[in-house]
């Protein structure tokens, strides 16, 4: 999810600046990272393999959130009449693109094809977590254009350079599930490079911690919600490429966290959105409104089985990835898309932005 957002007019809010309130942010949006945690709990004691972890990640967190983005796109009838072509155009050339490697070249072409679509979806996790840095600080107001700046750059230093540190050794950026190893291409960085890059990222989480004590101590309002947000974000992607050293795990803890927001966020727009009299007809939206959230829930979860299981029946059948990657990249463009407020500018109306 990436937020873009119109200029407005600098305002100031009570603090602490919460985008829903303080128990609902802190319980999907920053403490929602301990969540994961429990999966790595589970592989590190031995009580779950990689491939467990993999599969519980998937039906719990990633396909539900995965398919909240076509509650908001192809299955809106508003939003399927003003850019369903586009979709479609989308959707055609995903099939070509990850189709066709994976029938005419599964050994040659397609493991590019598919380490490009891993390192879209790191982006991918990155550049929402910048959507809720700038719903934060639309929310405190008053924040100066350079500080903004910088911490839009130091989100992103603090989630790359990580993964960065990861490229020392081939063998932590190797996915082993069931007795296959998949590697997943990138530089292998030498010695002095990687810890020189460990060593930037030590200083600027440091050098954000100093400055939040100085905004503090000079009594800066609302600096508790971005600052919560900020923290999160270097806890789990510091755990997962600093230390967890199974890349299937550590998948799962960034991505796990990014679909807890992602769910947290979205039920908090569609319930505005049902409750809202003047918003188009949503059939599934108008579940939630309706006391229907169960049937909503249950789809939810349905969509997940059905989209895992050609990959678990035919584990070593590569078109059997196809119907997984295929909703994985769509998605990745899709939400790309439907979270530009510029775009979509009754997004920040569900979202009590105004």
């Not at 796109?73 to 369903?84: A, E, F, I, N, Q």
């Not at 169960?294 to 990959?311: D, H, K, N, Q, S």
């Amino acid at each position: 999810m990436t937020v873009t957002t119109t200029a407005a007019p600098a305002r100031a809010l009570p603090a602490p600046a919460w985008i829903v309130s303080g128990r609902y942010d802190t319980l999907f949006f920053t403490a929602s990272v301990l969540v994961p945690l429990l999966l790595w709990a589970g592989f590190s004691v031995g009580l779950l393999t990689g491939v467990t972890v993999y599969a519980a990640f998937q039906l719990l967190f990633n396909m539900p959130h995965n398919f909240q983005t076509w509650t908001m796109s192809v299955l809106d009838p508003t939003d399927r009449k003003k850019h369903g072509r586009r979709y479609l155009v989308a959707a055609l050339v995903t099939l070509a693109v990850l189709g066709l490697p994976m029938a005419f070249s599964p050994d040659g072409v397609y493991p590019w094809v598919r380490d490009a679509l891993i390192y879209w979806g790191y982006y991918h996790l990155v550049r929402q977590h910048y959507g809720f840095l700038r719903l934060y600080e639309r929310k405190m107001g008053n924040v100066p254009a350079g500080e903004s700046r910088f911490y839009a750059r130091f989100l992103d230093a603090i989630c790359y350079l990580p993964l960065l540190v990861r490229f020392r050794d081939p063998e932590l950026m190797t996915i082993h599930a069931g007795g296959i190893e998949v590697w997943i291409r990138h530089p292998v960085l030498p010695d002095p490079v990687w810890m020189g890059v460990l060593g930037v990222w030590v200083a600027l989480v440091l050098g954000a911690l100093g400055h939040h004590a100085v905004l503090w101590k000079r009594g800066r309002r609302g600096l508790g919600p971005r600052a919560m947000l900020l923290g999160s974000v270097v806890f789990a992607f510091g755990l997962a490429n600093l230390v967890i050293e199974e890349i299937i795990v550590s998948v799962a803890v960034v991505t796990a966290y990014h679909n807890l927001q992602y769910l947290g966020l979205t039920w908090f727009h569609n319930r505005n959105r049902a409750r809202d009299p003047e918003a188009p007809l949503n059939a599934l939206v108008a579940w939630l409104g309706s006391g229907k959230a169960w049937l909503y829930l249950g789809l939810t979860m349905f969509y997940g089985v059905v989209i895992m299981a050609p990959r678990a029946a035919f584990r070593d059948v590569r078109v059997a990835e196809l119907p997984l990657a295929f909703v994985v990249a769509m998605h990745y463009y899709v939400d790309s898309r439907m979270w530009r407020f510029p775009l979509y500018p009754e997004r920040g109306k569900w979202l009590k932005l105004r």
